[in-house]
């Protein structure tokens, strides 16, 4: 069956750094878009970063521009986002997401807690 395996969250000092990534099975994942999108309680979720199956195109949001880095690996089906200078802000539970013929798929989320 389809599974998306978030890791990598965890508690960082504003300014610091983590690597997300995010483990696929079960569908053609070279054949997906990937996202990462986060949500804190009571906001809307955020896509904060995009990257397409056809040409590994980039986007990102306003808020993470600069600082955020997403990249997919077809060979290991894994998509990664690295975050750094990380703010307060940052804070949030981050999902990866794929897109694609199949239909849509979420993982269950990775905490990111960004605090001194």
């Known amino acids: 069956q389809v599974q998306l395996v978030e890791s990598g969250g965890g508690l960082v000092q504003p300014g610091g750094s983590l690597r997300l990534s995010c483990a696929a099975s079960g569908f053609t994942f070279a054949s997906y878009t990937m996202r990462w999108y986060r949500q804190t309680p009571g906001k809307e979720p955020e896509v904060v970063a995009s990257i397409t199956s056809a040409d590994g195109s980039t986007s990102y949001a306003d808020a993470v521009k600069g600082r955020f880095t997403i990249s997919r690996d077809n060979a290991k089906n894994t998509v990664n986002l690295q975050m750094n200078s990380l703010k307060p802000e940052d804070t949030a539970v981050y999902y990866c997401?794929?897109?694609?013929?199949?239909?849509?798929?979420y993982g269950q989320g990775t905490q990111v807690t960004v605090s001194s």
């Open positions: 997401n794929a897109a694609g013929y199949g239909g849509i798929y």
